[in-house]
């Protein structure tokens, strides 16, 4: 069964939609090269006001960095295993000295610059600079990521209904980490069977088997690590008395403990981006940072990260709700479980997106935006009693747009996506991405195009880190 076009009861009035029910899901990892083909990326510079690094293809360090001292931050008390990490920081200090004549800048300028050199010829970086080339409105460099389009997607699987999927980073403060890249997936990833992405945050996450659909909680299972060093896998969790101690923002630290003898590990998805001595380092917002005795990394070990820094994860099948999942994926916040609508305030609270009513500072920063009244582009995945997936997407336009004067606002709020779903008959359901990042696509064609404004009278499509892909499922 393909796409049908509904109206249903929203909060406050009636909703336009669309639904495909009983669906099989496949989270497809979004690629691309630099180079004139991803020239477009350009647009975020006028987003955030800001210069747009690419740094897509190479993964560790080269050579050359580290002859000239650039594999490490200032005070060294950083060694960067990652050429993304490694751009994002020394981008700043170039760029400020570059553009804001910093003298204090100078002396790594010109290493920076035949960094920065040496990776645009090999493809791996490329800048973009804003329309208006006013220094004193720029919010600093920004690293971009691999990313891609959801109507090139659609286009080239036209047996399948394509649409965005769960949150990334995108705001500048939530990227201007040096560990951070806008579009960093924020939570669970399950591509093709493999854990690419951990659990993060109390937030809500949906599974499948080739058999069932479940809409879970992080309470309700385990996730484990195997470090590069270790044959065993080990629980990504943390106690006083624990060796390896983990660090996440979701109770409100934004660095770790400062302590000599450690060794903080930063993690964005499966890869630990950098290393840090001593503790204090900053908790990337969509990721964590393991803590270690520094005598645990030996100089063979030391030199095996350099080369080779990737974690695998697997969900601890004593604990898994759902047994081999090919597919995951943690968003929210949750709108039905058990039958009932649940989005009250302490359920965001409870969640991860609000403490006490405040603005955690996570990623996404901005979904409080959307509680209450607001209406936006929304969609979820809901799971009826005998545990089929199913998807709703509601077409619209943010109530920012419509104070920018571009358009009026329509669409759906969190409310109305619940009713909706309970409309449906779905027992539990939780909100996929919203706003503009929400597309919807049916045998190639759009159904709903979303993306922004960027200064013009027309939309422009964002583009993603990842897709969400669905056929009808038997």
């Not at 990652?82 to 020394?90: E, G, P, Q």
């Not at 400020?96 to 920076?112: G, I, K, T, Y």
């Not at 709020?413 to 706003?435: I, K, Q, V």
């Amino acid at each position: 069964m393909g796409i049908e076009q509904r109206q249903g009861p929203g909060s406050k009035g009636e909703v336009t939609y669309s639904y495909q029910p009983r669906v099989s899901l496949e989270l497809r990892r979004l690629e691309t090269q630099v180079g004139p083909a991803v020239a477009d990326f350009g647009p975020f510079a006028n987003i955030f006001e800001t210069l747009v690094v690419v740094a897509v293809r190479r993964q560790c360090v080269p050579e050359m960095a580290r002859r000239a001292g650039l594999h490490q931050s200032r005070d060294r008390r950083v060694e960067f295993l990652c050429t993304r990490s490694l751009v994002n920081y020394w981008a700043h200090i170039y760029f400020d000295h570059l553009f804001l004549d910093r003298p204090d800048h100078s002396d790594e300028a010109h290493n920076v610059r035949a960094l920065l050199e040496y990776l645009s010829e090999e493809n791996s970086y490329a800048v973009w600079l804003p329309i208006e080339r006013d220094p004193e409105t720029w919010a600093g460099p920004i690293v971009v990521g691999s990313l891609g389009y959801l109507s090139k997607t659609a286009s080239e699987n036209p047996e399948c209904t394509v649409l965005a999927s769960g949150y990334s980073t995108i705001d500048y403060v939530e990227c201007v980490s040096p560990f951070q890249c806008a579009r960093d997936p924020v939570g669970l990833r399950i591509e093709g069977g493999q854990v690419t992405s951990p659990p993060l945050y109390g937030r809500p996450l949906v599974l499948q088997n080739a058999s069932e659909t479940r809409i879970a909680h992080p309470e309700e299972l385990s996730c484990l690590v195997r470090l590069p060093w270790r044959e065993d896998f080990i629980p990504l969790s943390s106690n006083e008395q624990a060796q390896i101690q983990v660090h996440t923002r979701a109770k409100g630290r934004l660095e770790t403990p400062i302590a000599s003898g450690i060794t903080d590990l930063v993690v964005v998805e499966n890869r630990i981006v950098a290393l840090c001595f001593g503790g204090g380092i900053e908790i990337p917002r969509a990721g964590f940072v393991i803590s270690i005795p520094s005598k645990v990394l030996n100089r063979d070990r030391m030199d095996a990260l350099r080369t080779d820094s990737f974690l695998h994860y697997i969900l601890d099948p004593d604990s898994c709700p759902l047994v081999t999942p090919h597919f995951g994926l943690q968003c929210g916040p949750t709108l039905v479980r058990d039958g009932a609508v649940q989005l009250s305030a302490a359920d965001l609270v409870a969640e991860d997106f609000l403490k006490e009513s405040r603005v955690l500072d996570l990623a996404p920063r901005n979904v409080w935006k959307s509680t209450g009244d607001a209406k936006a582009a929304r969609s979820l995945i809901g799971v009826d009693g005998d545990g089929r997936a199913h998807l709703i997407v509601a077409a619209g336009t943010s109530t920012d747009v419509q104070h920018s004067g571009n358009a009026r606002a329509f669409g759906a709020t969190f409310a109305d996506m619940a009713t909706l779903a309970t409309h449906e008959g779905l027992t539990s359901a939780m909100a996929l991405d919203s706003g503009g990042s929400v597309s919807l696509f049916d045998r190639g064609q759009p159904i709903f195009q979303g993306g922004d404004f960027r200064g013009t009278d027309h939309i422009i499509e964002r583009p993603l880190a990842h897709a969400l892909l669905a056929k009808s499922a038997r």
